[in-house]
């Protein structure tokens, strides 16, 4: 696990970009701090790297990696598991190798195979930068879920990439670019700045499942990879078998392994296969508040599939003390405010082992949420009239019963998706952006993009479940895994996510909603393995969740600061914003009416961010 940097140049630009290069790989030291490397083509091409050392701990495995023959160069962030399945049949082809790396199974793979063959059978966690310098040509790709990121910046001078966002905007191409008016809206809607977009304009997170194809001629961007909005032919795969050998597979490392272990269904699973190959270690944190400490659920786990369980008691202290160090880790605007126990988390992981498995992603393939049940119901108001819609709200707000605020809400969007897609939104983001912000909110590219597709007017029970999980996985699944990388990466550790394996992928599209949602609980296929090694008592209890004390933190010892950053915001963010609305926001959740706790951390991130990462290099 790594990071990469790199700038492409279009035009004859004389500029030397060393300084830019080393500053931004000191800048990223967390991302690898066991080496660095750069490589330039002495040309119009440069790229650097920082290494996270997990497999072949030599210098063999160092980046940039060059092909023997000096022609390509790989700069690669992330794992591929399956490389062992590849490495044999390019022997075979009289390639040479001096590592045990999968970069160097990488290289030659995409040498020798093609972008597409190996996008479509390489199995990994991934963002890199592949360069054929007879062609000058550049191939950026990420991974399929998006677990790994990869920033662009782009003009008609060239194209800058990073695992950081910080870069991008801080290179002498774009650090003098606007704010994007849709992209900072869609950050206050969602709570992080989606995909194909930037806050800054002429830069972009590259969609999951995206390559990009960069060379003198042309810039191609290529989907290769694009869940399907409709559950396919189910083959009849054993869900425990596909999901142990994802597990299994994942365990491949010449340093230290761990789990993240806590008390609910997914991480359980994750531990308990990858404790079956040999002992390893868990780690969860805890709370003194009972009502959200699941410590001991964790610990129960621990106890039942005896791995060697570590728990790191927190308190609020811990927490506050963590917003600094949230605030460096994001290089992106970004509001999860869960993002502070993960690194604490983080933390303590790091201090035994140097890779961690999660398990997140369960919850978006399997229907695991508790409000995807909810919303079957939901839904089915579109196979309504809107006129039989109104109706029905009339008839609620002159009875005064039932939810009118949530049929108000079915008749202010046209069709499903729209319905959902609002519901994924920060709390308190659907009632405030249209007093606070004077622009107006772009939404998400992967939304945009369902629309594209045949079916999405269907409103039988299947097809809204169908396009309730992809949602699920294209965006809200998109803030997670953003919170995951950034937060473990901070402190040099590597999270691998087994639920989101190519295997794991495919086999939930196989599946239909009855398969995971019985009698309104979630994931229940999920569920019934995890009692299958432990016990229904533990498995099927209430889910606490951690819950930070933002509301009190906003009226307590944040209030001063979130009061002066918010009022006097720096310039270019101010004019998008209504400072008398702001004040009235914070009035009502300082007085106790209102809990805005969410909605006033994204304003609070927004500046934080732009506080602390912009502006930081100029050369």
Same mark, same amino acid.
């Given at each position: ?521 979630? #994931?229940?296929? +999920? @569920? /019934?393995?995890?009692? *299958? !090694? ?7 209890? &209430? =889910? ?10 906003? #009226?307590?010892? +944040? @209030? /001063?600061?979130?009061? *002066? !950053? ?7 963010? &101010? =004019? ?44």
């Amino acid at each position: 696990m790594c990071g990469i940097v790199g700038v492409f140049k279009f035009s004859d630009d004389k500029h030397n970009e060393a300084p830019f290069i080393k500053w931004a790989l000191e800048s990223m030291h967390h991302r690898g701090p066991d080496s660095n490397g750069s490589w330039t083509n002495n040309s119009n091409y440069t790229t650097g790297f920082v290494r996270l050392s997990i497999r072949d701990l030599s210098e063999h495995g160092n980046q940039p990696m060059l092909s023997a023959d000096g022609n390509y160069c790989i700069s690669f962030n992330g794992e591929i598991y399956n490389t062992e399945q590849f490495k044999p049949q390019l022997i075979k082809q009289g390639y040479q190798f001096k590592s045990t790396t999968d970069t160097e199974v990488l290289l030659y793979a995409l040498i020798h195979f093609g972008i597409d063959y190996v996008l479509e059978h390489f199995d990994g966690i991934f963002a890199f930068a592949f360069y054929d310098k007879s062609k000058n040509e550049l191939v950026l790709a990420r991974d399929r879920a998006g677990i790994k990121p990869l920033y662009i910046g782009k003009n008609e001078q060239g194209l800058v990439y990073s695992s950081q966002y910080d870069h991008i905007i801080n290179h002498r191409y774009f650090r003098n670019n606007k704010i994007n008016e849709g992209a900072l809206g869609a950050y206050l809607s969602l709570g992080y700045v989606p995909e194909n977009t930037g806050i800054i304009d002429q830069t972009y997170l590259l969609p999951h499942g995206h390559y990009v194809v960069v060379n003198e001629k042309q810039f191609k961007t290529t989907c290769f990879f694009n869940y399907p909005l409709k559950s396919k032919e189910n083959k009849n795969e054993c869900l425990e078998k596909v999901l142990e050998n994802s597990v299994t597979n994942q365990l491949v490392s010449d340093v230290l392994l761990g789990t993240f272990m806590s008390g609910g269904v997914d991480s359980p699973l994750v531990s308990y296969y990858a404790n079956k190959t040999a002992p390893i270690q868990s780690f969860t944190i805890g709370v003194d508040d009972k009502r959200f400490d699941e410590s001991d659920a964790a610990a129960a786990f621990a106890g039942i599939f005896k791995t060697q369980h570590h728990c790191k008691n927190i308190t609020d202290k811990d927490l506050l003390n963590t917003i600094e160090n949230n605030t460096a880790a994001f290089s992106e605007p970004f509001a999860d405010f869960s993002s502070i126990p993960t690194l604490l988390l983080s933390d303590y992981a790091r201090k035994k082992v140097t890779v961690a498995l999660s398990g997140d992603g369960g919850d978006e393939l399997f229907w695991g949420y508790p409000r995807n049940a909810k919303m079957l119901k939901q839904g089915l108001e579109y196979n309504k009239s809107k006129l039989e819609r109104w109706a029905g709200f009339l008839k609620q707000k002159i009875t005064r019963s039932g939810n009118r605020t949530l049929i108000k809400k079915h008749l202010e969007e046209n069709d499903f998706p729209a319905f959902y897609y609002r519901s994924l939104f920060v709390t308190g983001a659907d009632y405030w952006i249209p007093k606070v912000f004077k622009g107006a909110p772009a939404t998400s590219f992967w939304f945009n993009e369902i629309y594209k597709e045949a079916g999405i007017t269907d409103t039988d029970e299947s097809s809204l479940m169908d396009i309730l999980r992809k949602l699920e996985f294209d965006i809200h699944l998109q803030r997670i895994l953003i919170k995951v990388d950034r937060a473990s990466m901070f402190h040099s550790l590597e999270v691998r996510v087994p639920l989101l394996s190519n295997a794991i992928i495919d086999y939930s599209t196989g599946l239909n909603y009855k398969d995971c949602i019985e009698n309104g609980v979630g #994931k229940i296929n +999920l @569920k /019934k393995l995890l009692i *299958s !090694k432990t016990n229904s008592e533990l498995v099927m209890k &209430s =889910k606490k969740g951690f819950v930070i004390p933002l509301g009190d933190w906003i #009226k307590g010892s +944040l @209030k /001063k600061d979130i009061e *002066s !950053k918010l009022l006097e915001m720096p310039g270019d963010l &101010s =004019k998008f914003f209504n400072r008398k609305q702001i004040k009235q926001l914070l009035n009502q959740h300082f007085s106790g009416k209102e809990d805005w706790s969410w909605f006033i951390w994204t304003l609070y991130s927004l500046v934080n961010w732009s506080n602390h990462h912009r502006n930081k290099f100029n050369n």
